[in-house]
């Protein structure tokens, strides 16, 4: 009999939690499509870096499962919460406490398994899209084959019973301890109000707002400072941030009682005052929850937004940095064994070797290496006078050369003024390759300038940077296919073998020592490729994973807060019914008040993530556009306004079908 | 007759030293078997305190209650569900009746627990059933059927067991009259033909007049008793009348 009982009772609650239990099977579904991706070989095989996405999968599981744990325990102590008078009415009629820990138990183990099994098959579609889209980024093709691997299975049921066993045995002790007098007298109690300490609140609201402003600057301060930055700086502005939250929403309640309720014109429009006070009676109690909810809003937000940021940068160092497939610098311009190897191991378009020079502050290029590098790349070529220079610069610093040179047009190499003719900003490697960022293209006529240069700074100076072996030589290669890892840790292996003898004078004297040769020596495109790839895929990945959690544990969270109460609403609304208000009106107020409901979590991280994303742009400026900081931005929140939108449609649509029904 | 309950001056404190509401104060008195008892007062009067220790619900500050020779201020925690699944039958005015049960199912609980072999169960509960009128709803679900057959559900589930004694806290409070009616009827001829003894807690004058037996109580004291006796209920019910108009400005209150 208690069996039939706790399974009908299950039955009620998969109904009544309808969106909790959608969402415990959409994370059962990740869960279990995530773990499959982490087992799978054809997905570690991709690439040498695939294989810590794995890994990476396992260990941000930990955040996943803390979200769980923390949305199932706040719902079953909400059951229980609600279901008091029941609970009170089985130890009346004599039933053991520790019978109906085990009804509930049951109960809810009896949702947890239908949730998981429903979420194995949903996460076995689940993994096919995500596999295909992932063999999709890597172009390998791609055959859907039902797979369904023990291990995957295993690890997430271990994750997905481990919640809530542990979660059980809580509500367990929880019933243990009840009387059964507050059992049946627990509705009876009423909320505080906060309205007294109105004053010390309205002192919070707006310390709050102290803090964050505080926050922000540090935050913008430590990120655009030219110094290294401090973290300690950073978590200090977290701090502060996380307190600003939780006072705020401790505090508004308070300010929207002054500010609407006290102010007589607002309070008596419409049907402002029921509005208002359905909301601040929730929020007295939802104060931390909501806070808590923000929190988890601004880690989605701000954590989305770096992810894309890196994504961002990697893929735009591709298109920056790697012009050519193969780039190789030398110490001591001999090229001749290099060539050999790679006309041999590659498929070879073009190859062309010249030099760049430094004067210890800027470099430069010859003309006519620039113009066949240009002719390699497809670009037409560009004429100098004798007397001018070009700036070859990033794209995303155009405009702050175009700027200095229309303050002052010229500049001096050795002892000759030249003009600037123009900035250009094709990508041509000029990220580190050719160049720092930039680089001056001088006529022919002066390259024996610039090279004097270099050969005075090398000599004359020991603040000359031997370690990165760098002077200037560099062999670039284009090739009919893109070459792949193994290439490059073949060419890297020849390569490293060699160790160079290099002649110095430093600080007057002649020294002689070996220079071996470093991995950053050599560039490929190819290997380049495959760890943006793996690292876009992990990154994109995981950010997607531990965002929808997020958002839907919190939205579910709001959804089960409303829904459960709407006992309490249809009264309420019933009563304005009676009162004469129509249907239409009274669907609107149901939405106003959910929306306001919904959109309060959302107040502060909106407002407070966008400035601390600006600031933490500022390092990625040198290869991410302002455009595509914006882009990012607006792409991240319509994502997350979908997913949370879908969910305060939903729970419009049960609240009101709960207030209607009979 | 056999005494049932005994409550020996027991006291019921709230609050702290500086500011003592006294819901029960020292209170006493005995239930033989087979009495249907009435606890009469105003709000704050202390009856549902009253009732609520003697159901286990509530503890006392001092004081003792017996039930036959059982001290129920002293029974241990890992006890008492057992000792109301054994002992007490419960009628609440909102009637807690479980909704995912059906009717007969809310009834065979009861007897489930209490470990009933199942051939019996169906066949007690028809029983009953008759009696009480609600045979022909024992298929439906409590949303489904009305006020007064649900809390007569609620007496069927609390006699079925045979209890030592029925606590009944308000039972009318959510009737109409004639459904009240129903019910009282109802109590009256289980405490006659099978024997119930009922301990029933109200402020409605008609309700508390198929007792035959009335303690008044006011600020936490047993202001006046009266029995039925040989007496007809439309006797009973004036003589109630003139108690509460007795108990002064709270009787405004009572009624």
């Keep these: 009999m208690l069996g039939k009982l706790s399974i009908r009772n299950a039955k009620r609650q998969a109904k009544d939690y309808m969106i909790y239990f959608i969402t415990v099977i959409l994370s059962a579904a990740l869960m279990f499509s995530f773990n499959s991706i982490a087992a799978s070989k054809d997905i570690s095989e991709l690439s040498s870096y695939m294989n810590e996405f ?3 999968i396992t260990g941000i599981s930990i955040l996943i499962i803390f979200v769980m744990a923390w949305l199932i325990h706040y719902t079953m102590k909400f059951m229980l919460e609600k279901r008091s ?3 009170g009415t089985y130890q009346i009629l004599g039933i053991e406490k520790k019978d109906i820990a085990n009804m509930f138990t049951l109960e809810n183990l009896v949702i947890g398994i239908v949730a998981f099994g429903i979420g194995i098959l949903a996460g076995v579609f689940l993994y096919q899209v995500f596999t295909s889209i992932i063999m999709n980024l890597f172009q390998q093709p791609y055959q859907i084959k039902i797979t369904f691997d023990p291990k995957a299975v295993g690890k997430t049921a271990i994750y997905f019973f481990g919640i809530f066993i542990i979660v059980l045995l809580n509500c367990r002790r929880k019933i243990q301890k009840t009387k059964v007098y507050d059992l049946l007298y627990a509705t009876k109690q009423n909320e505080n109000t906060m309205i007294q300490k109105s004053r010390g609140n309205v002192f919070l609201f707006i310390l709050s707002f102290v803090l964050f402003g505080i926050a922000l600057f540090l935050n913008h301060h430590e990120f655009s400072s030219e110094t290294e930055m401090k973290p300690r700086n950073v978590f200090f502005a977290i701090v502060l941030a996380i307190v ?7 505090s508004i309640s308070s300010f929207i009682v002054k500010r609407y309720l006290e102010n007589k014109t607002k309070k008596y429009q419409k049907t402002n005052l029921f509005l208002y006070r359905n909301l601040t009676s929730k929020i007295n109690t939802m104060s931390l929850t909501m806070g808590t909810i923000a929190m988890m809003f601004i880690i989605i937000l701000i ?9 961002n940068m990697l893929n735009n160092e591709i298109e920056m940095g790697y012009p ?18 790679i006309e041999k191991n590659a498929q070879v378009k073009q190859m062309y070797e010249y030099q760049t020079y430094y004067d210890g502050n800027l470099y430069y290029m010859g003309l006519s290496d620039y113009n066949h590098l240009r002719k390699m790349l497809g670009h037409e070529t560009v004429d100098l006078n004798d007397d001018e220079v070009i700036i070859h610069c990033l794209r995303t610093l155009k405009k ?5 040179v229309k303050q002052k047009g010229e500049t001096t190499i050795g002892d000759k003024k030249v003009k ?3 900035v250009r900003t094709e990508n041509f490697g000029q990220l580190s390759f050719n160049g720092d960022r930039f680089i001056f293209v001088v006529p022919d006529s002066l390259v ?16 000359f940077d031997y370690n990165s072996n760098d002077f200037g030589y560099r062999l670039v290669v284009t090739t009919e296919e893109s070459t792949d890892e193994t290439f490059y840790d073949e060419l890297c292996e020849f390569i490293m073998t060699k160790e160079i003898p290099m002649t110095q004078e430093i600080a007057g004297e002649e020294q002689t020592f070996n220079v071996s040769i470093s991995l950053g020596n050599v560039m490929t495109k190819g290997k380049r490729m495959s760890v943006t790839k793996s690292f876009y895929t992990m990154v994109s990945f995981l950010a997607f994973y531990v965002a929808l959690i997020f958002v839907m544990a919190t939205a579910t969270l709001l959804a089960i807060q409303q829904l459960s109460d709407s006992e309490k609403y249809k009264y309420r609304y019933a009563l304005l019914r009676k009162l004469g208000v129509d249907e239409l009106t009274i669907n609107k107020t149901i939405l106003k008040q959910l929306f306001y409901y919904f959109a309060l979590p959302m107040l502060i991280p909106f407002v407070m993530s966008i400035p601390a994303i600006l600031s933490i742009a500022i390092p990625f400026k040198i290869a991410v556009s302002m455009a595509e900081v914006w882009q990012n931005i607006v792409s991240i929140y319509s994502l997350f306004m979908m997913v949370y939108g879908i969910y305060f449609v939903a729970t419009d649509v049960q609240f009101i079908r709960n207030i209607e029904s009979v | 007759m056999k005494k049932i309950l005994k409550v020996e001056q027991i006291q019921k404190y709230y609050g702290n030293k500086d500011n003592l509401t006294k819901a029960i104060d020292d209170i006493s008195f005995e239930v033989e078997e087979g009495e249907f008892i009435g606890i009469m007062g105003a709000s704050g009067s202390g009856k549902t305190t009253l009732l609520n220790a003697i159901s286990t619900i509530d503890t006392v500050s001092s004081g003792h209650i017996y039930l036959e020779d059982q001290d129920i201020t002293e029974i241990k925690e890992e006890e008492i569900a057992q000792f109301r699944r054994k002992n007490l039958g419960f009628i609440f005015q909102d009637f807690n009746l479980l909704d995912t049960l059906t009717i007969e199912e809310n009834i065979a609980l009861i007897l489930t627990i209490n470990k009933v072999p199942e051939k019996e169960i169906d066949e007690k509960i028809l029983e009953i059933a008759k009696k009480l009128d609600i045979e022909n709803i024992l298929q439906k679900f409590p949303y489904q059927v009305s006020g007064g057959q649900k809390q007569r559900c609620a007496a069927c589930r609390a006699i079925i067991n045979q209890p030592k004694i029925i606590l009944a806290d308000e039972p009318t409070g959510s009737l109409d009259s004639k459904a009240a009616r129903q019910l009282l009827e109802i109590m009256e001829d289980m405490n006659r033909t099978m024997k119930a003894t009922i301990l029933m807690v109200t402020h409605d004058p008609v309700s508390a007049s198929y007792c035959n037996k009335i303690l008044f109580l006011k600020d936490g004291k047993i202001f006046n008793r009266i029995e039925k006796g040989e007496k007809n209920r439309n006797t009973f019910y004036s003589e109630i009348l003139d108690v509460l108009a007795l108990l002064g400005g709270d009787a405004r209150d009572v009624r």
């Design chain 1, 448 to 463: 024996d300038t610039v090279k004097a240069e270099q050969e005075r700074i090398c000599k004359g100076t020991d603040n």
């Design chain 1, 244 to 250: 600003g939250i939780y006072l705020f929403y401790i």
């Design chain 1, 54 to 56: 794995g890994k990476a």
């Design chain 1, 420 to 422: 600037i003719k123009e």
């Design chain 1, 324 to 341: 050519f497939e193969i780039m190789v610098s030398s110490p001591d311009g001999d090229f001749s064994q290099y060539k050999e190897y």
């Design chain 1, 85 to 87: 008078k029941e609970f």
């Design chain 1, 400 to 404: 702050k050369y175009e700027d200095q």
């Design chain 1, 303 to 311: 954590g989305g937004n770096v992810a894309l940021l890196m994504n």
